[in-house]
T-cell receptor, first 113, second 115 residues
């Protein structure tokens, strides 16, 4: 099993450009999450989706949009990138009952200049 | 609102000595508690969890954690640290009443194990 996959692994954008980060999981999980990781701040939740067709804002949603395309895929879009969005982005998935623990993708390192 | 505190930015320990990484939490209702480890340039890997039952939970790579409800703590422990345990460790809590489904992560504790 691939688990959680993310593309791309690295990206450099100029201020104002847009891009979409892709995430897919093959574990049949209901919940999916997008986090950003910044030094000394741990992981902060951007958006999450408890099930296909639903999304909800997390702690730091401004400047981002998400799409839960189907049960497997959850994408994160930056419409107009800003230097403050320079970060490492992680996608994760989990089941809604039973085990609960999250499984993480390898991350996308984004630099906005 | 839920929160997690990891009071130590870094823990230094000699190989073979006991390792403890501290975590305290605040959450409405019964907590679901987790520990994750992150190696350089990698995603987070699940170590162990407390959902219900025994207060001492055992996880991967010889790690264990003790849930203490009165102190609202969930400290991670390993009896004998290895150099390969050097990594960034995160404690996380999942709410069961408000903020259902959302995980709150601590800021992380860097563990450095010296030979």
């Amino acid at each position: 099993n691939a688990g959680v996959t993310q593309t791309p692994k690295f990206q450099v954008l100029k201020t104002g450009q847009s891009m979409t980060l892709q995430c897919a999981q093959d574990m049949n999980h209901n919940s999916m999450y997008w986090y950003r990781q910044d030094p000394g701040m741990g992981l902060r939740l951007i958006y999450y989706s408890a099930s296909e067709g639903t999304t909800d804002k997390g702690e730091v949603p401004n400047g981002y949009n998400v799409s839960r395309l189907n049960k497997r895929e959850f994408s994160l879009r930056l419409e107009s990138a800003a230097p403050s969005q320079t970060s490492v982005y992680f996608c994760a998935s989990s089941e809604n009952r039973g085990s609960y623990e999250q499984y993480f993708g390898p991350g996308t390192r984004l630099t906005v200049t | 609102a839920q929160s997690v505190a990891q009071p130590e930015d870094q823990v230094n320990v000699a190989e073979g000595n006991p390792l403890t990484v501290k975590c305290t939490y605040s959450v409405s209702g019964n907590p679901y508690l987790f520990w994750y480890v992150q190696y350089p340039n990698r995603g987070l890997q699940f170590l162990l969890k407390y959902i219900t039952g025994d207060n001492l939970v055992k996880g991967s790579y010889g790690f264990e954690a003790e849930f203490n409800k009165s102190q609202t703590s969930f400290h991670l422990k390993k009896p004998s640290a290895l150099v390969s345990d050097s990594a960034l460790y995160f404690c996380a809590v999942r709410g069961t009443t408000d903020s259902w489904g959302k995980f709150q992560f601590g800021a992380g504790t860097q563990v450095v194990v010296t030979p």
